[in-house]
């Protein structure tokens, strides 16, 4: 594949998102932050990076370092907590386990996944769902990860490199739209 398919397959994957639910997502993501509640992210592999990337934006900078930190969580991020969890009680427990004793209701947590079928992020979300957290997913077609979210965010194609790129845009568009609806200090405009 040269890069004029490359970038073919990509455009068809960031026109094929649907603005308004990514929109609703960031304001969901704004109303927990804004009552107290922290973010929680988590992916496997490349979607792994992006969870992380996410949460860099969220409590480092976007684009505007006047904005206060704001609180989130990779759940990806500690290798000595997740070796620990996967050797005592399995790799698809990973993120549940952590989930089981961080994850409160006024949370939010966001799973991304190319395929929705991961054990490890099916486990987090039910737990999600039991504790009564909120749950955004960054999804490929869904899979059974799409059953579990409250908000499925889909990049209908099969390529997972078109995928990631379009939750890579997703990410930025979560991060605008927290940046934009945080106060800035001093700021009375």
């Given at each position: 594949m040269n890069?004029?398919?490359?970038?073919?397959?990509?455009?068809a994957a960031l026109e094929a998102l649907d603005p308004q639910a990514i929109d609703q997502a960031g304001m969901a993501?704004?109303?927990?932050?804004?009552r107290g509640g922290m973010i929680y992210t988590c992916g496997n592999g490349?979607?792994?990076?992006?969870?992380?990337?996410?949460?860099?934006e969220v409590i480092g900078c976007y684009s505007n370092r006047a904005r206060p930190a704001r609180a989130a969580v990779c759940l990806n991020a500690d290798p000595t907590t997740m070796t620990c969890i996967a050797n005592e009680f399995g790799y698809e427990n990973i993120f549940s386990r952590q989930l089981?004793?961080?994850?409160?209701?006024?949370?939010?947590?966001i799973v991304l996944s190319t395929s929705g079928e991961s054990r490890n992020i099916i486990n987090a979300l039910q737990v999600a769902?039991?504790?009564?957290?909120?749950?955004?997913?960054?999804?490929?077609?869904?899979?059974?990860?799409?059953e579990l979210c409250d908000t499925s965010l889909l990049v209908p194609v099969d390529q997972t490199a078109a995928i990631q790129e379009a939750h890579l845009?997703?990410?930025?568009?979560?991060?605008?739209?927290?940046?934009?609806?945080?106060?800035?200090?001093?700021?009375?405009?």
């Open positions: 890069a004029q398919d490359h970038l073919a397959r990509t455009r993501l704004v109303h927990a932050l804004d490349g979607s792994a990076a992006e969870a992380l990337h996410l949460v860099e089981e004793a961080l994850l409160r209701q006024e949370d939010i947590l769902r039991h504790t009564g957290a909120q749950t955004i997913g960054l999804l490929g077609r869904g899979g059974s990860a799409a845009a997703m990410v930025h568009c979560l991060c605008a739209a927290i940046e934009h609806h945080t106060p800035i200090p001093g700021d009375h405009a």
